[in-house]
Each structure stands twice: as C-alpha cells, then as structure tokens.
C-alpha cells in the first residue's frame, strides 16, 4: 500500500482547529463577564473538554447502543479489521458491534493506540464480504488520518454553545441588571454555536472525501466502496424512524447520515453519495489504466 498524506485535509483541518480557538478566545471572553465568572467558565471548559476528549469514545458507543465483541463471538470481523489495520500499519483498534438495523459503521478514539471501529448488524447483514471490507477500510482511514479526534474537539464547542443557548435563561434571575451578563452570554452562545457548526459541517464532508480515498487505497478495490455506498444510502429510507433520531447526533462520525430532506442535505455532515461514488469510480479507472 502506497499511503500519500493528505495535505488538503491536513490544512482543512488546522484552519478549522485555528478558527475554533478564536471562538473558544471569544467564547471564554463572554462567559467570564456574565455571572459565571472567570473561575467557573474556565473550570465548567476544563471539565468539559477533559470529559469529552477522555470519554468520547465511551460516549460515542453507549450513544449507540454498542458493546465490545471478542474475537470468540465475531471471529470473521475480528480477523478482518486486523488484517486491514495491518495493510494501513495501524495497531488493530477494539471491535465494536451495536445490535441496530441501521447499516452504518463508524470510528472513534482520540489516537491510533486507542481507537474503535463500530460496526452495526444492520450494515454486516447488508453488504457482502469485499463491501464490508471496503466500509472497515474507510473507517481506519479515518484513524490513520487522525481526524476522528479533530472532530471531536470540534464538535465540543458547538455542543456546548447550543447548551448554553438552550438553559442559560435558567441563570439570568428576575433582576435586568444580574440576567443581562447572562442574556448576553447566551446570544453570543448562539452565534459561536452556529459558526462552529458550519466549521463541523465543512471539515466533516472533505474528511468524509479523504478516507473514502483512503479506505480505497487499503483494499485497492475503490468499486467495492462505491457498491457498499450505494446499498447504505439505498436502505436508509427502510430505517425505522426511531432509529434515526436516536442515532442523528452521531451523523459527523457516520459512513453514511441517516439525516434526510433538503434541509438534512444542506446541513449535511457528509458530501451526497452520488459525488462520493463518482470519485471512487474515477479512482477505479486510473487503476484499471495503470
């Protein structure tokens, strides 16, 4: 495997850690001068922050409803993700499984050292073997690719800000003069939620390019991917609908959305699949030409 880095996502991804960091500057600014107080704003981030990069994983899974399986109770899974993260020179990552007919995969962790790839029953009764293969593939591109814990910083602050947005009203008392700091804390809560929001959305749909390249490149079979793509993206309308509201907050770290509708498409953490299995074609035929 001949394994390029990606320069455009690498910068993608340090303009967007940049840009956060002013909305963090910002963000810490407002906060300390409501009621909240320079103390409590930096021990409410510190907390926070140290949860979600040490706990995201955890969270990531319970969320939706995974559990660590063993080698003894999917021995084919195991053997494959081993062999894949072997061929991409990664340590073989802990093997996840959730018990959901979502066809979906997806993979957390804030290093390769520690990384998971969770897979659903859903997608593993839906693809045949080299499709699956190709699903794993793109997920350890992600590891490789380090972007997984970009992304979980990124989302942090949005998470928060949106928190803010929907319980500060709670803090701001009866007095105009004690709940105005406050008011304006969740307004420019508002506004920080929303850039950063964006920024998620746009880092997230050229990642989603880059280990589909990637996962391409690990299998060497791009075509297997864009079939894989196009039976997910075909089966998500049968989902049932609880399923899809249980599991949109995990939509950033998803192979495939399970969003839907214009709006969903807008606001979309993931380029449509159409584009996505346009590229992977392109990449087939350079390699057929080769």
């Given at each position: 495997?001949?394994?390029?880095?990606d320069?455009g996502?690498?910068?993608?991804?340090?303009?967007?850690?940049?840009?956060?960091?002013?909305?963090?500057?910002v963000?810490?600014?407002?906060?300390?001068?409501?009621?909240?107080?320079?103390?409590?704003t930096?021990?409410?981030m510190?907390?926070?922050?140290?949860?979600?990069?040490?706990?995201?994983?955890?969270?990531?899974?319970?969320?939706?409803?995974?559990?660590?399986?063993?080698?003894?109770?999917?021995?084919?899974?195991?053997?494959?993700?081993?062999?894949?993260?072997?061929?991409?020179?990664?340590p073989?990552?802990?093997?996840?499984?959730?018990?959901?007919?979502?066809?979906?995969?997806?993979a957390?962790?804030?290093?390769?050292?520690?990384a998971?790839?969770?897979?659903?029953?859903?997608?593993?009764?839906?693809?045949?073997?080299?499709?699956?293969?190709?699903?794993?593939?793109?997920?350890?591109?992600?590891?490789?690719?380090?972007?997984?814990?970009?992304m979980?910083?990124?989302?942090?602050?949005?998470?928060?800000?949106?928190m803010?947005?929907?319980?500060?009203?709670?803090?701001?008392?009866?007095?105009?003069?004690?709940?105005?700091?406050?008011?304006?804390?969740?307004?420019?809560?508002?506004?920080?939620?929303?850039?950063?929001f964006?920024?998620?959305?746009?880092?997230?749909?050229?990642?989603?390019?880059?280990?589909?390249?990637?996962?391409?490149?690990?299998?060497?079979?791009?075509?297997?991917?864009?079939?894989?793509?196009?039976?997910?993206?075909?089966?998500?309308?049968?989902?049932?609908?609880?399923?899809?509201?249980?599991?949109a907050?995990?939509?950033?770290?998803?192979?495939?959305?399970?969003?839907?509708?214009?709006?969903?498409?807008?606001?979309?953490?993931?380029?449509?699949?159409?584009?996505?299995?346009?590229?992977?074609?392109d990449?087939?035929?350079?390699?057929?030409?080769?």
């Amino acid at each position: 495997m001949e394994w390029k880095t990606d320069w455009g996502l690498r910068a993608r991804m340090g303009l967007t850690m940049v840009l956060l960091l002013a909305l963090y500057a910002v963000f810490l600014g407002v906060l300390a001068y409501s009621d909240i107080g320079l103390v409590g704003t930096v021990g409410i981030m510190a907390l926070f922050m140290g949860g979600q990069f040490f706990f995201s994983d955890k969270l990531a899974l319970r969320s939706m409803g995974a559990h660590e399986v063993s080698e003894q109770e999917y021995p084919e899974l195991h053997a494959t993700i081993g062999r894949l993260a072997q061929q991409a020179d990664l340590p073989k990552p802990t093997v996840a499984v959730s018990d959901t007919r979502t066809p979906n995969a997806f993979a957390t962790g804030r290093s390769p050292s520690n990384a998971t790839v969770c897979v659903t029953t859903g997608i593993m009764n839906t693809l045949d073997r080299e499709e699956l293969e190709g699903v794993l593939a793109h997920e350890l591109s992600h590891v490789k690719n380090r972007d997984v814990m970009v992304m979980t910083i990124a989302t942090f602050l949005s998470t928060l800000a949106f928190m803010i947005v929907r319980w500060g009203w709670l803090f701001s008392g009866d007095s105009d003069e004690g709940g105005a700091p406050v008011m304006v804390a969740v307004l420019v809560s508002m506004v920080v939620g929303v850039v950063s929001f964006l920024l998620v959305r746009v880092l997230s749909r050229y990642r989603e390019f880059a280990a589909d390249r990637g996962g391409a490149i690990i299998t060497g079979k791009p075509a297997a991917l864009a079939s894989a793509l196009m039976k997910i993206d075909g089966r998500m309308d049968k989902v049932p609908s609880d399923d899809m509201r249980n599991q949109a907050d995990m939509n950033a770290f998803f192979i495939i959305p399970v969003s839907a509708g214009a709006i969903g498409k807008l606001l979309s953490t993931h380029p449509s699949t159409e584009n996505r299995i346009e590229r992977l074609r392109d990449m087939e035929r350079d390699l057929e030409t080769a």
